[in-house]
Every structure is written in C-alpha cells, then in structure tokens.
C-alpha cells in the first residue's frame, strides 16, 4: 500500500483551478500584447483584465454540453467579461493555449523537483562523509569481493544523482516553450511578433516552428528523464534491501517505536520504503514509454497524445517528488551497523585480499599464471577445509620463498587497499571530501 500523498505542493500544480489558471495567464498575455500592438482595443483589454475569471465548475458544467474543454473554458470566461469577451482567444487554437500553459505547469514542476533533488544530494553528502572511513567489503555478483568504504557506496550514489539532475535541467529547459502559431503552425492569424512578446511575458521561449502543436520529442525527453531518475533511485533502494537482509544486516531503515512489520510476525522489521521506492519507479518507467509513444502522429496533430499526458505528466512529477523525499528520508534516517559491516568483512577469513597476494607474487618476478596458480591454490583450501587465508598463505612452501611474513602481513592490510579513497571524495564533493 502506497501511504497518503503528503506533499500537496506538487499536486496543487495539477488541479483544475491552477490548469485554467495558466490558461488564463497565457490568453491575457496574448490580450494584453494584442492590445499593446494596437490589434484590439485597450479598453477592451482592460475589461478583459479585470473581468475575467476562473469557475471550475461552470467549466465542467458547459464541458458536458459542448465535450469540448477549451470552449467551455473560453464561454466560462466570457460570461464573466461580458462584450469585450469577443477579443478574448483572439487569433488562437487551442492547442495555442493548451501547450503554452502546460509549458508552464512543467516548469512549475520542476522548480519542486529541482528542490527534492538538491535535498537528496545534500544527504547523500553529509552520510557519504560521515562513513567515509568506515570499512565494508565490496560484493560482486553478491559475492564478497574486497573492502571498500560504506561512504563511498554512498559516494556513488551522489554522483549518479549529480548526472541525473544535469539531465532533467536539460528537459526541463527544452519543455520551456510556448507557441501561438495557430492552427497548422503558419501564424496565419497572429504574426511571429506577437508570440515572441508573449512569451517573453512568460518567461518562455517560442518554438522555432510547430504544427498545431509543440513536438513531443521534448515532453518524452522530460518524462523519460523523470524515469531515469526514478531508476537511480531505485538502485539506492536495493542496495538498502540488501543490506537489511536477515543474513547481512549492515544497514536497515529506520523503524519507528510505535511502527509494525507484520501482522502475523511480530519480530518483523521490513524496508518498507525501499520497496516502494522500488515499485514506484516501475509507473515512471511505464510512463517514459507513453510518451515516446506520443511523438509520432498525424500530419499536423491529433488527438491522441493529449488523454495521455494529462495522465503521465501529473502522474510522473507527482510520483517524482514522492520518490525523492521517500529517498532522501530513507538515507537521512538510515541505520548503519559499522560492527556489523567488520564481522562480515571476515566473513570469508582473509580470502578478500587474493587479489593483493596475487598482485605482491607478481611483483617478486613471478609469472601471473604461476601467481594466480599459487593463490588459487591456497583459497580453495579455505572454501573446502576452513581455517584462514593467512594462515594458509603462511604454511605454503612455495610462497614462503617468495615473499617475507611482513610482505605478507602487508597483503593483509585494507588500509592499502582503501589508501586513495580521499582522492575519491575530492573528484567527487571537491576539497571538502577530503577533510573528513
């Protein structure tokens, strides 16, 4: 179950009362540009100023009765304005109004997503930092690999969130664009001029040329990189179930004094949040299909496009903005287990530092099959006979000739293993990482 939508900031950016809002602001910035141009008469325009205004539900109401949503916006808006209401969608189509006032919902959006997004990566430093030294062995294929650092898994993490805030700063600056270039996209009722002054209004850009639309390449652009946000954090939660497992248990979401795992289990304590997080980020990737779906349609514009996104883009921005405040509390709230991470680096007794012997042989002039035969060799034991790495390494005749019981001792030692981690942080948090 997916829990009550508390951020309303995001959501009130979709409702119908601000929808016809921004409707409303482009055509009054045409009015008022129109007036400004001599092309209708100002008094006109100031009556349309003052007298127009928004009624949801007269909206809806005529909506039922004509099936058509702009005009009944437009007759709504003229019962308010009264004679002057004939300037009113002077020189317009819909669609005019419609992509330029969505041209403003998204960037109304993205104001709120640019925001979540500096929260997390503001977390996601302050916990890298904090457990920057804080040793955990690295796993590939699952399998425990050799010792890293808890900070820089989150490191990664904070990069990865970097790249994807360049790319939505990208689409949200394409998806900027208006248009009032009629009904095939040849101003044959409005010149150039008038859309360039009303888009500066705006603050939008004109489209250099459109249909009876604004093309959809750049909408499937902006929800697609809304979905490769949500698939970064979907990896951050994973890692986060994983770590939660039973087996692992280096890290687990913060589980509250009053809260409930299961309702037949009492110990439960389940990364609730991650999974959602998890299962969430499916909708946004779902949702970056329909809109590359969008793109082609017929000659100049149909329809078929526009039932779509009043579903994608509210869905998407909104779920967006869940995901990353889901994500930026769980990280915040994080429980780390550093004991934890220590006994399971020794999980497999040392045998995380073979690469490092196998690199130490090497150096002493011998051949890397003839290194990684002797290694191998002494690892395999370990899985099959038990006892430790070391201790095998140390009994092995022909290593003993190689290398000295300090060369050894060396090889054993993470902190070689981990001696350019500062560097690390200073590529990626800049001379601040490295001051931890």
């Known amino acids: 179950m997916v829990p009550r939508y508390t951020r309303p900031k995001m959501g009130k950016i979709w409702e119908d009362q601000n929808k016809y809002q921004r409707w409303l602001d482009v055509e009054l910035a045409v009015v008022e540009t129109l007036a ?37 916006f437009t007759t709504s808006v003229a019962e308010h304005v009264g004679p002057a209401s004939r300037f009113f969608h002077f020189g317009l189509t819909s669609s005019d109004v419609l992509d330029t006032a969505m041209a403003l919902q998204v960037r109304d959006a993205s104001a709120v997503l640019f925001q979540d997004i500096q929260r997390l990566l503001a977390v996601l430093r302050k916990r890298a930092l904090e457990f920057k030294t804080t040793v955990i062995v690295g796993r590939t294929h699952g399998i425990h690999a050799e010792p890293t650092t808890f900070g820089l898994k989150l490191a990664l993490f904070y990069d990865e969130v970097l790249r994807q805030q360049a790319r939505f700063k990208e689409a949200a600056e394409t998806m900027r664009v208006g248009k009032l270039s009629g009904a095939v996209g040849t101003f044959a009722h409005l010149p150039p001029e008038i859309e360039e002054k009303v888009m500066a209004k705006l603050n939008l850009k004109p489209a250099p040329v459109s249909s009876q639309i604004i093309q959809r390449d750049g909408h499937a ?6 979905a490769l946000i949500g698939a970064t954090l979907e990896k951050i939660a994973l ?69 779509v996104e009043r579903v994608i883009f509210p869905d998407s921005t909104i779920l967006a903005d869940y995901l990353l405040d889901r994500t930026a ?40 099959e003839d290194a990684y035969r002797l290694v191998q060799r002494n690892a395999m034991r370990v899985w ?53």
């Open 384 to 436: 099959d006979e038990g006892g430790t790495f070391k201790d095998k390494v140390l009994s092995d005749m022909d290593i003993q000739r190689t290398l000295s019981p300090k060369d050894i001792d060396g090889v054993f030692d993470s902190a070689r293993l981990l001696q350019n981690v500062d560097r690390i942080f200073t590529r990626v948090f800049g001379n601040s990482g490295s001051d931890v």
């Open 239 to 307: 890692e986060v179930r994983h770590l939660q497992r039973t087996e692992v248990r280096e890290a687990e979401e913060y589980f509250s004094p009053t809260q409930k795992g299961s309702s037949a289990m009492p110990h439960k304590r389940n990364p609730i949040a991650s999974e959602q997080i998890a299962g969430l980020a499916r909708i946004l990737r779902s949702n970056a299909i329909a809109a590359m779906e969008n793109v082609a349609l017929w000659h100049e514009r149909d329809i078929s496009h526009s039932s």
């Open 221 to 226: 652009h902006y929800i697609t990189s809304l």
């Open 36 to 72: 400004e141009r001599g092309v209708i008469p100002k008094h006109d325009a100031a009556e349309i100023r003052i007298r127009a205004a928004i009624s949801v539900d007269r909206i809806n109401e005529i909506e039922a009765e004509v099936k058509h949503d702009v005009i009944a």
């Open 329 to 368: 509390t769980l990280i915040e709230k994080l429980v780390v287990y550093p004991d934890r991470m220590t006994q399971n680096l020794e999980l497999t007794h040392g045998l995380i530092y073979s690469g490092e012997l196998l690199l130490a042989l090497v150096t002493k002039n011998l051949s890397r």
